[in-house]
Each structure stands twice: as C-alpha cells, then as structure tokens.
C-alpha cells in the first residue's frame, strides 16, 4: 500500500468496509439520514453536473442556508464532481452520488462514484501555486486547493470498487 | 455562451449574459471571447461579469488564458463581479492579477 502524505485534516482510509460502531463516525456516514437530508445520483457528465449543483443548491438543506454559504457550498461540490467527470471517469463513465445531510451547525457531505481511483490512493496536495510571470499563470489546478481551503476533515475511501469522499461544511458564517 | 462585445474609445465591453462559466462551458467561452477580441483592436478589454452568479475552476482557468491571450499588448479588465466569482477569485489570489471595476466602466453603463 502507498502510503499517503497527510494534509491537515485528511485521513486516508483503506480498511474493508466495517460497520460504525453506534452513534460514532456520523461525520463520514450520513446512514442515518436526518431531518434537512437530500441524496441525489446523476450522470458523471459535465451539463448534468450544472443540472445538478442547480438542483442542490434550490433544495434543502441548501436552499435555507445563508447566500455566502451556498456559494462555498456550490464552489466545493462543483470543483469534487468535476474531479470526478475529468479524472474517475475518464475512461468510462459512471454515476456520481451525492448525501448530504445537516447536523450541529455543520452540512456532511458525501459524495460517491464508481471510477479509477486516487493516483496511490491519495487525495492531490491542492498546493497554492505562486503566480508570478503573466505568461505563467496556472489555468488549471485550482480544484483540490479550493476543496482543501473551504473544508472540514476531508476524508477520501477507496471501498468496494469506488471512491467515497466525505467533509464537511460550516453552515454558519465564520467571522474571517 | 452568448457574449455582447460593444466597443467605445478604447475599450472593448464584452457582457456575460449567461449565468454561469463552468466546466460545461468554459471551452466555448473561451472561443468566443477569442472570437470577439480578434474582431477588434482595443488595447482594453473589459470583461462584464454581473450576471455571472458562479464560475468554477475550469470556467476562472478560461478567464485567465482570455488574459494570457490578450497580453502582452492588451489588458483584460473584469467587472461586476458576484459574491460567490469573488469568492473564487480571492481565495486564489486571482483578484490581484486582475484589474477589478466595481461596476461597468464609465460611458457604458446606459448602454445597449
């Protein structure tokens, strides 16, 4: 197994599939579905994508948060499915769920496909690139930095076949 | 994408009139914005954004090769930009790349 170098807040879990103990691990399972909860599965494909983010961000438990929160919602979810519409599902496409569900002040968000997985099974660094030289300037390569800067415990499974990538969302404004 | 370019002393205003540049998108705007700048020699090219409501990494990866695109010799400005584009803008630092107008430059805020 390649061993991944650990970002903040990232774990890699490469266990088989165990069940939660009880009560526990409800940041990475939204099992138990609550109140505010939406589960959505769509094509892997980039206008179903825009269907989508469109759809989940009319309905709860998006739709009742504030603007500024649905916006980082909207950033973090587009940038996840069209890592996977460019990268998972690049040689044969699939599905992409998405789970989210609303508890104690935070959004879980969870999202699932059955493509390729991580390059060695770890989640890109997303590191900032300096922009220096106009004829330099990156046009790509924003995706992993923007996830890794608008998140919460970032967690990326390789479990039967697929990946799973779960985090989590304030749904209150923070002060910064 | 449908973009409405109007040019007057200098500056060529090219108006989003979608909603969104994403990874849908952002190949055809693009080409266009290439198209549009090619069909005009203004050394300024102000890109209105204000019905821009959400631009993702592939969609602000197009506006920067629209800029890469245009230099050395001519300048892509932005304008009106949304909360949500200057989030995306901020949080890379994109912001300080570009030169941001509040709202549509002078002269072109009555037209078309």
């Known amino acids: 197994m390649t061993a991944c170098r650990m970002g903040f807040g990232m774990q890699v879990d490469m266990a088989r599939p165990k069940a939660p103990p009880n009560g526990l691990a409800m940041t990475h399972h939204i099992g138990a579905l609550h109140d505010h909860a939406l589960q959505l599965t769509f094509p892997g494909q980039p206008e179903q994508v825009r269907q989508a983010l469109q759809d989940v961000l009319a309905s709860p438990p998006l739709a009742d948060l504030a603007q500024d929160i649905r916006g980082t919602a909207e950033i973090v979810l587009a940038e996840v499915f069209n890592n996977i519409v460019e990268h998972a599902y690049v040689e044969h496409g699939g599905n992409i769920t998405l789970r989210l569900g609303r508890q104690d002040g935070v959004l879980l968000c969870e999202v699932s496909d059955t493509g390729a997985p991580m390059p060695g099974l770890c989640l890109p660094a997303g590191q900032f690139q300096p922009l220096e030289d106009l004829a330099d300037l990156p046009e790509g390569g924003f995706g992993w930095y923007l996830i890794r800067n608008l998140t919460e415990g970032l967690t990326y499974r390789r479990l039967n076949g697929g990946n799973r990538l ?9 002060g910064a | 994408m449908e973009l409405v370019a109007q040019e007057r002393a200098g500056v060529l205003v090219i ?17 266009k914005m290439r198209e549009l700048t090619g069909n005009s020699t203004a050394p300024r090219v102000v890109l209105d954004m204000s019905n821009i409501a959400f631009l993702d990494s592939s969609g602000l990866g197009a506006v920067v090769a629209v800029l890469k695109l245009l230099a050395p010799d001519r300048k892509l400005e932005l304008s009106g930009l949304t909360p949500t584009v200057q989030k995306v803008f901020r949080l890379t630092r994109m912001d300080s790349i570009f030169v941001i107008h509040d709202g549509v430059p002078d002269g072109f805020r009555h037209a078309g």
């Not at chain 2, 969104?20 to 080409?31: E, L, T, V, Y």
């Open chain 1, 166 to 174: 779960s985090f989590q969302l304030a749904t209150k404004q923070s």
């Open chain 2, 15 to 31: 108006r989003a009139m979608r909603d969104r540049i994403d990874a849908a998108s952002a190949i055809q705007f693009k080409d």
